[in-house]
């Protein structure tokens, strides 16, 4: 019983018409077991998208290797491939767009059940749309099943969406930021529902989002990945990410989700800033560390020159930064 | 049209009403709204999307669909020479001198609102030009220079830059270095932080309060994410269905909101500090606001509801102290947990 | 749409006529204009097509009664020789209808499936064809009809295929585009992630957004080959047959403009073609109402 989904050294690079290619992703390796919720998190521009559409199989990656299920990708046969793209589901972060507004919910979810199940028979269609229906959480069903998107608020389209990718099995589902257009107030019932599913059905999720407090939520005692520009610079355990951040970057950006009132929070650190206002962009992929012209704690001479390897802090907790390699060498 | 309080009131929306003509018929997106910001104040409107915050605020800088209308109430607004004025009385002419130089708005989304063909300083130009025509092209790109210093931006890569070459984030604090160009006194912003990263929106959020201060404006945000209403707000107003149903300073708001609706919101955001056995999320959805119910909209979804509230929608009463007042019949009491 | 609530069989294939006639019942009424035109669509049709029996053409010529005033016998007067104008109007919309509507269904097919098709493919076979369409397009179409008809005996018939054929170019363009855009959309890429058929994603998931379009470019090619029509008539390239442009043509060269007693003769047909092209057009919008879901109560 091996890995669900192994990513080693991934790459994803775009050509570009004047120069040479732009590196997005670099040196991407994670690992997920089925049942496992990993929580992919980084602000916008990250690439964290990016990787979600390679792990999701829509697109292609142009380094390293993507193994499902003991397959590598890229080399699969086209029954393998079938194969993996029924096993892998994506939800979409726009709800107004993800769903065809001609349909109507009922042929939405029915569709793939059509084609993948074989079912035509329309009782039994109907019965087995109910059952998904009801599992994200939209009942009464004889109010969504002849309803077209456009009659239905957003959360209420996310779950559509859910159902549909249910309807396919999947073994693995993207979760692309997909309570991001959702109102505050609606999103962890969204999430709860996920997490419900997963109890029920041992799915695995790639869980990509910029919203620290709700990866918390998410992924409770599931692994937790930091980006930055296309890199991955920490990894470890939900809870480890919050008590113990290790990279200044984790620790930036849980000093700003925490808020500097005290209304909300009742734990104050000191805040953790990082430098500058420099604007991190992929065409000018900083050398050596790419975190090192915002790092309040860079060492001049290695950080600008290296990119760290990855260390490890502890049991299961990685970190990519110059400051922990020196500590372990010495 | 000096009606308004001796209190030091900026702005003061009273009983206002907004109805859109859709094919499906009236929709009343807002109903007798009233509430009043203070010099200085920074004043959130939270509530879900569709619950009529948006229009509610575009309907003070004049900035309505034309499907939409006021059908009720007046926006009484104090000039600089003290003299109060209702916004929706002036012509055309009179309410395009107001708007930027004493109000101006930051919409949702408007990071497209840039010419993509032309350069920023352009923008900054033309909007200066439209009230001040006699200044010279130097002043205007020395106080836009002084302006964008003070949102933590360098003048002169922004205003020589095309719009597709700065980020999100820059153009969010171009826009809002835009909407300060002429020192208004009340500075409207839609959702300022929504599409925006951690860091990027913890920069603005302390750029405002800095600036609130500074400049010496009165702020009204609308948004629905409560982290920055604790950030950035000294006072809340919750609206649901079109309607407001609480005011409240905000400290006391997240200590002891009195209306279900509000404490559900508070109770439905993910914390890092919280455990998740603590979060609840309210079940249900909002109404479609084209039926027009005699109640309180909040009725199927809440959990004290009884008989009164689906017959009579409820006024606003005092709920705690003289500053804290909620639109409900049986407020609740008694301190938020918070975890 | 609460009709088709508790039963499951009311929601899919069983229904299908149901759905239909909610949904013709929903064009018809649910604008203004669109219920005007389908009103006076429905007139025109119903007279032109009954007319033969009806109303039939006065074929003998009468000259005690050339270009007569408006009378109880002769309810829209008499033409240059002596015959029932109003006979004439009600006989004319016919050929104009069934020529148009063979002209846009010839363009229709060509052009939009060619570029549903090329966008759909894409590679070698889409550039050749938008490059054949380019050239296609700067050919001016009305003075190679005006040639053509010195070459070629052409009658309403063949005119209206030769019209379809040469406006394939400009549907094609625009569908192709219409495509390529929905091709990009998130719910097609979530489609394609279902392993759904591309056989399922073009007439499923592409089609119906792309019905309201196709409606509306009907009209317009309907209307396009009205213009056609009438103007070549006008001019005096089509053979004589019997319909409003003729009329006008007749009216015209016949001087019934110089003469007021007759005015009925030349604007009741430019009057005729006016309301068959504005209920068209009305019709138009309102049917691609129909396809836009968003729009029902």
Request: hydrophobic share 40%; net charge positive; proline share 4%.
């Amino acid at each position: 019983m091996g890995d669900l989904m192994r990513l080693c050294g991934l790459g994803k690079a775009f050509p570009q018409r004047q120069r040479n290619e732009i590196t997005i992703l670099r040196n991407i390796t994670i690992t997920m077991r089925e049942g496992e919720t990993v929580c992919v998190l980084g602000e916008s521009g990250c690439g964290k998208t990016t990787l979600g559409r390679i792990v999701a199989g829509v697109s292609d990656y142009t380094a390293g290797s993507y193994r499902f299920q003991g397959k590598e990708v890229s080399e699969m046969s086209k029954e393998e491939r079938n194969q993996f793209r029924n096993s892998v589901q994506m939800i979409h972060q726009n709800p107004y767009e993800s769903l065809n507004p001609t349909m109507m919910v009922f042929d939405i979810i029915a569709n793939p059940i059509r084609r993948h199940h074989k079912i035509v028979k329309i009782e039994e269609l109907y019965e087995k749309v109910t059952e998904l229906l009801e599992t994200v959480g939209l009942t009464p069903v004889e109010d969504f099943v002849d309803k077209y998107p456009a009659f239905l608020s957003g959360g209420q389209r996310q779950r559509v969406s859910i159902a549909r990718t249910l309807a396919m099995n999947p073994k693995l589902i993207v979760v692309d930021e997909a309570t991001s257009m959702v109102d505050t107030s609606l999103r962890i019932s969204l999430l709860g529902t996920l997490k419900k599913i997963q109890e029920e059905t041992g799915v695995s999720y790639f869980f990509i989002t910029h919203d620290l407090a709700l990866g918390k939520y998410f992924a409770q005692g599931q692994k937790a990945v930091i980006m930055y520009l296309g890199q991955i610079v920490e990894e470890c355990s939900m809870e480890r990410l919050v008590e113990y951040p290790c990279h200044p970057y984790t620790k930036a950006i849980l000093s700003a989700a925490v808020g500097s009132s005290d209304i909300l929070e009742k734990d104050q650190g000191k805040k953790y800033r990082l430098t500058g206002t420099d604007n991190p962009s992929f065409k000018n992929l900083p050398s050596g560390c790419p975190l090192h012209p915002r790092c309040p704690q860079k060492m001049a001479g290695t950080c600008d020159v290296k990119i760290p390897e990855s260390a490890k802090a502890e049991q299961g907790h990685y970190v990519r930064c110059h400051l922990y390699e020196e500590e372990r060498q010495r | 049209m000096s009606s308004i309080d001796k209190n030091s009131f900026l702005f003061q929306a009273e009983n206002i009403s907004i109805s859109y003509k859709t094919k499906r018929g009236l929709l009343k997106a807002v109903q007798g709204a009233s509430f009043s910001i203070r010099s200085g104040e920074a004043a959130a409107l939270i509530g879900e999307s569709g619950c009529g915050k948006t229009t509610l605020a575009s309907s003070i800088v004049r900035a309505l669909p034309n499907a939409a209308s006021v059908t009720d109430g007046r926006l009484l607004f104090r000039k600089q020479d003290g003299q109060g004025v209702n916004l929706l009385d002036l012509n055309r002419k009179k309410m395009r001198r107001v708007l930027w130089s004493d109000i101006s708005m930051v919409f949702q989304a408007s990071q497209s609102s840039f010419n993509p063909v032309r350069k920023i300083s352009t923008q900054f130009i033309d909007t200066v030009k439209a009230h001040n025509p006699e200044k010279s092209k130097e002043e205007i790109l020395k106080k836009s220079g002084e302006i964008l210093e003070m949102v933590m931006l360098e003048p002169d890569k922004i205003l020589n830059a095309y719009p597709h070459e700065i980020s999100g984030g820059m153009k969010q604090r171009t826009l809002i270095a835009l909407a300060l160009l002429l020192d208004p006194r009340l500075v409207i912003l839609d959702e300022p932080t929504t599409a925006l990263d951690l860091l990027t929106q913890e920069k603005i959020l302390e750029m405002l309060k800095r600036l609130k201060v500074q400049m010496n404006f009165s702020l009204l945000f609308i948004t629905h994410d409560l982290g920055i209403v604790s950030e950035l707000a000294d006072y809340v107003v919750t609206m649901y269905a079109g309607r407001i149903i609480e005011k409240v300073p905000v400290r006391e708001f997240f200590e002891e909101a009195a209306h279900p609706y509000s404490r559900g919101l508070i109770k439905a955001i993910p914390r890092l500090t919280t455990e998740n056995s603590e979060l609840y999320s309210i079940p249900g959805s909002p109404p479609d606001m084209i039926d027009d119910l005699p109640g309180c909209p909040f009725y199927p979804r809440c959990s004290r509801r009884e008989d009164i509230c689906n017959k009579e929608m409820p006024e606003m009463q005092c709920a705690g102290t003289r500053e804290h007042l909620c639109a409900c019949w049986h407020p609740e009491k008694g301190v938020l947990s918070n975890g | 749409m609460d009709k088709r609530k508790s039963n499951y069989t009311t929601i899919s294939q069983s229904s299908r006529m149901k759905k239909i006639l909610t949904q013709m019942k929903f064009a018809i009424l649910h604008d203004k204009a669109g219920f005007a035109g389908f009103c006076i669509l429905a007139v025109i049709i119903v007279i032109s097509f009954l007319s033969p029996v009806v109303f039939p053409l006065d074929t003998r010529s009468d000259p005690s009664k050339i270009m007569m005033q408006p009378s109880l016998q002769h309810i829209l007067g008499t033409d240059y020789l002596g015959r029932d104008i109003w006979a004439q109007i009600a006989n004319g919309g016919r050929e104009l209808i069934i020529f148009s509507l063979i002209a846009a269904l010839i363009g229709i097919i060509l052009g939009a499936f060619l570029g549903a098709f090329s966008a759909v493919v894409g590679g070698i076979f889409d550039e050749l064809l938008s490059f054949f369409a380019d050239v296609w397009l700067s050919i001016p179409r009305f003075p190679l009809l005006v040639v053509m008809s010195g070459f070629v005996r052409l009658n309403s018939l063949t005119l209206a295929i030769v019209l379809g054929i040469l406006s394939w170019a400009g549907l094609y363009r625009t569908v192709r585009a219409e495509v390529l855009s929905l091709k990009e959309r998130e719910f097609v890429e979530a489609a394609f992630m279902q392993n759904l058929s591309k056989r399922h994603i073009i007439l499923k998931e592409i089609m119906p957004n792309l019905m309201g379009f196709i409606v509306v470019n009907f009209t317009l090619s309907m209307r396009a080959a009205i213009y056609s029509q009438v103007g070549l008539v006008f001019l005096g390239l089509l053979p004589l047959e019997q319909n409003w442009g003729v009329m006008i043509n007749q009216a015209w060269t016949q001087g019934a403009i110089y003469n007021s007693d007759s005015l009925a003769y030349i604007l009741a047909p430019t009057i005729m073609i006016c309301l068959l092209i504005m209920s068209l057009v009305w019709v138009g919008k309102a049917l691609e109402d129909v396809f836009n879901p968003a729009l029902r109560k």
